[in-house]
């Protein structure tokens, strides 16, 4: 006579049978109890016979028909070709777009900050010019101006972070660091021209020439460059 837990695995079984039964066509995963108690989602051919299948309140199954993992993206089509025309428009100009380039190639460059002081300027003459025709027709100005006032604030302040973008990058020609690089080139100079085996006296004379030149004016001049090629 078969024993009480006999009947209990027989049971078990049957009733596992059933719900496999119940699975519909095209599943990949059914959803699972482990033999550690952990609830997973189980390829269907990776059961396992210590597997306990979770049923939802009709009784059927848990099941995952798609595979795992995030959705792929839906493609959406314009709905006519009016809206067609008008998104390959706007996909022009985004790409003609002199800031978004700017973005694109180098983010960290300055000239991104540069671009956004040109589109901000644009936008405040622009609404310089709405002023001027709201006061040709008599209309109020209030509402133009109070925005054109704050365009031009924008400006100002995106001009000043701009500045110290460039102070940041120029080179500190009072810094120990620069004077050091100096009296290396200088003496690579003053070496590269005794071995072209020019005289003492010619070397001191150039030097001497040299020395009258690096004044006040070629320093302020020296900044000047370094601001121009930025």
Sequence with gaps: MPSPNTKSISAARQRRSVLLRQVPEGTSRIKVRDIQGKIRYREMDQL???????????????????????KQAIELVPANDVIKEILKRKREVLDDDYILKALKANPDSPDVLHQVIAAIGEEAASMGFERMEAERKGEST?????????ALRSVADTWLKRQEQLAERLIDLDSQAFKVLFRYIMDTFRESMTSTHLRPEQVDTVFARLSTMLNDEWEAEAKNRMKRGL
């Design 142 to 150: 209030i509402g133009v101006s109070s925005k054109r006032v704050v």
């Design 48 to 70: 396992a016979d210590d597997d306990v299948i979770q049923i939802k309140k009709d009784g059927t199954p848990v099941v995952m028909k798609s595979h795992p993992g995030r």
